[in-house]
């Protein structure tokens, strides 16, 4: 059921039967500068589990402290990025709470809501969010490892469903940055190393979200993070300080484009430039955020993108995040005030500051001269637009709790998401058919990793390896533990395990015929494993039942690799960061996997 909030008179923009340039331009000629200045925001906000918004009377209770009504109505904000998980209920009350507020302002304008991955089964608060109640599915990387144009637009048409029910309307990916360094954090939630493979994927992903025209039953793409992402130097994260650079020591430059090409092709409504700035490669070397080089000059005037484009979080200002202190990502712009990074922002041609709630820095650009107001109103026309197409004026303001109990987590959207998490397994060594494994008695086995319950509805579990005919060793990609709380879930740094922790598996390895199912978040370099295992399998999110379904021949795995596994961290490191499938003798090449 589809419901809206009752007029209060009858403004010209209020009119559904009128068309939407004219509602747009009867709005923007009613708004004063700060309250264009507010649309110019999307900040992150967080939610009471129970469905309540988060006020400044609340304090710290979620751990991202808020006012949500000062927001709102003081500030003028519409645009949110909703943080943390709770039941379908209560994300569509709290919603309807918040649209109810806007309803008060003076104009009415409703609230936009996004959200980042929330599918799968990664939590980093600062790229995805844990399935919860919406039907679980494999990472972007685990579809692209299908290879299935098909599967891509089933999973974003079941993802839209789900978040229109509770009134997501903006969703912060697809990803679709080329997984070309082997060390950069960000690989899970890109469609792999292939410019190719990721630019077909990416037009189906478009069409489930948005369908053929966005509209009332669409859902925007936020398309990130132009040019392309993947060529970090050294593999570090660019939210960071010693992850400001990108490199192209390949001359690849253009070919990290080609995704991005084929997205403004498909009619993605929105843009994200990344944090990064790139040195040598013919660019201003400022992070993308204000880069008129590449905002204006490729993404407008070379690719005709006339969508809205808004900034990877955090560039104007410093901030706290989990209670440490983060430098604001004004990479190359350091030196400038927050106010000088704003007007160049600007000028680089972004309508929309990511992360950011600070619209009087624009109030005071604009009274100071240094910005034409005409500037502020052709980014605003592009941000009302959307909300206008998207139905957010008229009768997909509100949405019903109701019918989110009844849409997120639909026993058929979970059965879809659990077959894509089968589908997407890659067998990439099999010794001697030791899968499947033969059903003929419950075998004994011996687990790390797995859970004892599911465990038990395969085998009988036992204590020590020595006991079992068979080990499963449930593994992840290695990672460097970075000592701050937020950079430590981006996991970065090497991809072989500490000899200690090699030396563990490689003794079950050798007690017991092993499998070893590993999930990918980047690629792992594991060539003692490979080479000791009865059978290595890669997930790149799975549950345990998908992946011993798997190894017992419930089920038939498809998956290939999305990108190659490097032999050592030497191969790793002689590698350059923008050229696809570069190191040295790989364990296993792009493409690798085995049928069963």
């Not at 747009?24 to 129970?50: N, Q, S, Y």
């Not at 943080?83 to 919603?95: D, E, I, N, Y």
């Not at 160049?344 to 910005?371: H, M, N, T, W, Y």
């Not at 449930?474 to 030396?503: C, I, K, Q, V, W």
Request: charged letters at 25%.
């Amino acid at each position: 059921m589809r419901t809206a909030l009752p007029r209060l008179d009858s403004r010209p923009y209020e009119d559904p039967s009128r068309p939407v340039a004219e509602r747009v331009g009867d709005l923007l000629a009613r708004m004063t500068l700060e309250e264009k200045a507010g649309l110019l925001f999307h900040t992150v906000i967080p939610m009471h589990p129970d469905g309540r918004p988060v006020e400044a009377a609340d304090g710290d209770v979620t751990g991202f402290p808020a006012d949500t009504t000062g927001l709102i109505r003081d500030q003028g904000l519409t645009h949110f990025n909703l943080v943390g998980t709770a039941g379908p209920r209560q994300l569509a009350q709290w919603h309807n709470a918040v649209q109810e507020i806007a309803a008060s302002t003076r104009l009415g304008i409703p609230v936009t809501v996004s959200t980042d991955p929330r599918h799968s089964f990664t939590l980093n608060v600062g790229a995805s969010l844990p399935a919860g109640a919406f039907s679980a599915w494999p990472e972007a990387i685990g579809l692209a490892a299908v290879r299935d144009p098909e599967l891509v637009h089933r999973f974003a048409d079941i993802a839209r469903q789900e978040y229109l029910a509770v009134g997501l309307r903006v969703a912060l990916h697809p990803q679709i940055d080329l997984a070309t360094e082997p060390r950069w954090s960000r690989q899970m939630g890109t469609f792999g190393a292939d410019a190719a493979l990721t630019a077909e994927l990416v037009r189906a992903y478009i069409r489930g979200f948005q369908g053929e025209k966005l509209g009332p039953d669409s859902v925007a793409t936020m398309v990130k993070h132009f040019p392309g992402g993947g060529p970090q130097k050294d593999g570090e994260d660019p939210h960071f300080p010693h992850g400001k650079d990108q490199v192209y020591p390949g001359g690849m430059r253009d070919l990290h484009l080609e995704p991005f090409r084929a997205a403004v092709a498909a009619g993605c409504a929105q843009m994200m430039p990344y944090y990064g700035r790139p040195l040598g490669a013919g660019w201003e070397e400022v992070g993308f955020g204000f880069n008129r080089d590449v905002v204006t000059g490729l993404l407008r005037d070379q690719l005709d993108f006339g969508g809205i484009v808004c900034t990877d979080w955090g560039l104007l200002t410093d901030d706290e995040i989990f209670g440490e202190p983060h430098q604001a990502r004004a990479w190359g712009v350091e030196h400038l005030t927050v106010a000088e990074r704003a007007a160049k922002a600007l000028d680089a041609g972004v309508d929309q500051f990511g992360g950011e709630e600070c619209p009087e820095v624009i109030v005071e650009l604009v009274r100071s001269g240094r910005v034409d107001e005409r500037r502020i109103d052709d980014s605003v026309r592009r941000l009302l637009r959307e909300k206008f197409v998207l139905g957010l004026f008229d009768d997909r303001r509100l949405v019903d709790p109701d019918a989110a109990e009844e849409i997120v987590g639909a026993d058929e959207f979970r059965t879809a998401g659990a077959a894509a998490q089968r589908r997407s397994l890659t067998v990439l060594a099999n010794r001697d058919r030791a899968l499947p494994v033969a059903r003929t008695r419950p075998p004994r086995l011996y687990t790390e990793g797995l859970d004892h319950e599911v465990v038990s509805r395969y085998g009988r579990p036992t204590a020590t390896p020595a006991e079992a005919d068979l080990a499963l060793l449930r593994l992840f990609t290695p990672y460097e533990h970075r000592p701050n709380r937020f950079e430590s879930m981006f996991h970065s740094g090497r991809l072989d395990f500490p000899e200690d922790e090699l030396a563990a598996i490689l003794h079950v390895l050798d007690t017991v015929p092993t499998i070893v199912l590993i999930n990918l978040e980047r690629p792992a370099v594991i060539p003692e494993i490979a080479e000791r295992a009865a059978a290595l399998v890669a997930d790149y999110g799975a549950s345990d039942d998908a992946l011993l379904d798997v190894v017992f021949g419930r089920a038939r795995p498809e998956g290939r690799l999305p990108f190659e596994l490097p032999r050592s961290m030497a191969a790793v490191q002689a590698s350059r960061t923008d050229v696809p499938h570069d190191t040295a003798d790989p364990v296993f090449p792009y493409g690798a996997g085995r049928a069963l």
